[in-house]
């Protein structure tokens, strides 16, 4: 089992999912499912009183116990650099963590808390390779990888200082980066098989690699990102445990690549413009889940 999975906890009448980062480095990050209203539960689990904190990019909210520091609960050092690189105004005045931490999903309408994100579970608790990406120069709408890290922590701590250099005249923005998941090493072998059994009709890249598939967070970030690009023939794109391959610099001949299957579908460019890419995820998802996939997929 990877360090940083576990088991979410159950129990009846459960209803938000968090993810809990305790203090202790070695201790691994797990899944808890609290009762709702879940105030209760944070007291026991941060000792004490409760404050929530407001991340973006991507939104979440952070519960730990302001008092932390003054009652000598050990620096997490996990959740700083969490917090450092998701709050401007924390990284501005280095404000360190202090005892066990939890995250859950950005505030409701209604100021609830909600589950932690998709993205933020993969990001967190499974051993795929992490991306850091970074806005493309030529295309500030469309992010590009600069690198990527084998962990979460990782990859936080390889960004932390390239926010906090100091800006100068001709540049006066702090740097835009976002810590994205990225494919598992069999995805990326899949792709790479893919492209090489169909091949590329135009100018593109000829071996995808781990880098040159785009992580993207939700289906309506996958739609942008490819609205954005330039869509070169082997440009792909990655969304949990599926990719999607592109093998004309036209845009019109893809592939969908899902538990070890590669589906031929129509042109992605059109299905978003359609509104039916969400539709067609999902039609590959259980179509994937009822197939066996060929022995060495």
Request: some cysteine.
């Amino acid at each position: 089992m990877h360090p940083e999975t576990a088991v979410p906890e159950t129990g009846p009448g459960t209803s938000l999912i968090v993810a809990h980062i305790p203090a202790a480095d070695r201790q691994p990050l797990r899944l808890l499912v609290l009762p709702q209203p879940p105030l209760t539960a944070y007291q026991q689990i941060v000792d004490g009183h409760v404050r929530r904190i407001d991340l973006t990019e991507p939104g979440l909210t952070l519960v730990l116990n302001p008092d932390g520091h003054q009652l000598d609960m050990p620096l997490n050092r996990r959740a700083t650099a969490l917090a450092w690189v998701q709050h401007p105004g924390m990284r501005r005045i280095r404000y360190p963590l202090h005892g066990d931490v939890l995250i859950a999903g950005p505030p409701t309408p209604g100021q609830t808390d909600s589950p932690l994100p998709d993205d933020v579970r993969e990001l967190f608790l499974t051993p795929n390779p992490v991306q850091i990406q970074a806005p493309d120069r030529h295309h500030p709408d469309r992010w590009r990888v600069t690198t990527h890290r084998a962990h979460w922590y990782e990859a936080y701590r390889w960004v932390l200082p390239r926010l906090t250099q100091p800006y100068t005249p001709q540049d006066p923005q702090p740097p835009q980066r976002r810590i994205v998941p990225g494919p598992s090493s069999q995805l990326t072998d899949l792709v790479v098989r893919a492209a090489h059994e169909h091949g590329f009709h135009g100018s593109g890249d000829r071996d995808p690699r781990p880098g040159a598939i785009l992580g993207c967070r939700t289906v309506a970030d996958l739609a942008h990102q490819v609205q954005a690009a330039r869509l070169r023939a082997g440009e792909a794109f990655h969304l949990h445990d599926l990719a999607l391959l592109n093998l004309r610099d036209d845009g019109q001949d893809w592939l969908a690549l899902h538990r070890g299957l590669a589906f031929r579908i129509p042109p992605v460019p059109g299905l978003i413009h359609d509104g039916h890419l969400p539709h067609l995820l999902a039609e590959i998802a259980a179509i994937a889940a009822h197939r066996t996939p060929p022995p060495g997929a």
